[in-house]
């Protein structure tokens, strides 16, 4: 199964400054799903990002909040911009681990904890 | 549509006791399943998933749910709960047939007394 290293893993940044999470992952995906998680919240989908085209987002997240850049099959970056207090979260990112069932089995990377003083 | 209803967002067990984690969920198609859990600052695994044939599936560690249609629920048991298992678990779902979105559940944190 796929492998991710998620970047940073935590941090501490600023109301208004923007912060970019890396997600690399060993082995070539074809989709990559970034995904936030809020305290006592489910994981929410931000958006689908594949390779060569632009990122798909679900409704209630817009690109300019978080673009979305994914290079080549094994690299993503998602970036929160002009953040607030309430990104403070935790954002993962995910890739589709096993397509042999039919069913969408996601491998998720450890997570980036932001904080947004 | 589809949603996720986890009920209890904590439950404690003793040690060696019974676990039973609860899930419901709703999807206007048939579904897949998945429990997935979460360690303290560590990605969600994958524990167990329902796709077709057999309701009852068997995970890692023990843990095992069942897959009841006139129920809609999707229910986590282990029959004796070890520390290690102190953890957040999510139950998911996805409509069948091909890449769909996931849906998760608000999670569960599970504490294990010893």
């Known amino acids: 199964s796929a492998v991710i290293s998620q970047k940073p893993s935590r941090d501490i940044c600023q109301r208004g400054t923007s912060l970019t999470i890396q997600c690399q992952v060993d082995?070539?995906?074809?989709?990559m799903f970034w995904y936030r998680q809020q305290p006592g919240q489910s994981l929410t989908l931000i958006a689908t990002?594949?390779?060569?085209?632009?990122?798909?987002?679900e409704s209630g997240f817009v690109i300019d909040k978080f673009p979305i850049s994914r290079p080549n099959l094994t690299f993503s970056t998602l970036t929160v911009s002009n953040m607030s207090p309430e990104d403070s979260s935790i954002y993962l990112c995910?890739?589709?681990?096993?397509?042999?069932?039919?069913?969408?089995?996601?491998?998720f990377g450890a997570g980036s904890r932001l904080t947004v003083l | 549509a589809q949603s996720v209803t986890q009920l209890g967002s904590h439950v404690s067990v003793s040690e060696g006791a019974l676990v039973l984690l609860r899930c419901n969920y709703s999807?206007?198609?048939?579904?897949?399943l998945f429990w997935y859990v979460q360690y303290p600052n560590q990605g969600l695994q994958l524990l167990l998933k329902?796709?077709?044939?057999?309701?009852l599936v068997k995970g890692i560690n023990g843990f095992e749910a069942e897959f009841k249609k006139s129920e809609t629920s999707f229910h986590l048991t282990k029959p004796s709960a070890h520390m290690s298992d102190a953890a957040e678990y999510f139950c998911?779902?996805?409509?069948?047939?091909?890449?769909?979105?996931?849906?998760f559940g608000t999670g569960t944190k599970l504490q294990v007394i010893p």
């Open positions: 329902y796709t077709t044939g057999a309701t």
């Open positions: 999807s206007s198609v048939p579904p897949y």
């Open positions: 998911a779902v996805s409509p069948s047939g091909g890449y769909q979105k996931v849906t």
């Open positions: 995910s890739v589709e681990k096993d397509t042999d069932s039919g069913a969408n089995v996601l491998t």
């Open positions: 082995s070539q995906v074809t989709m």
């Open positions: 990002a594949n390779q060569g085209s632009e990122a798909t987002y």
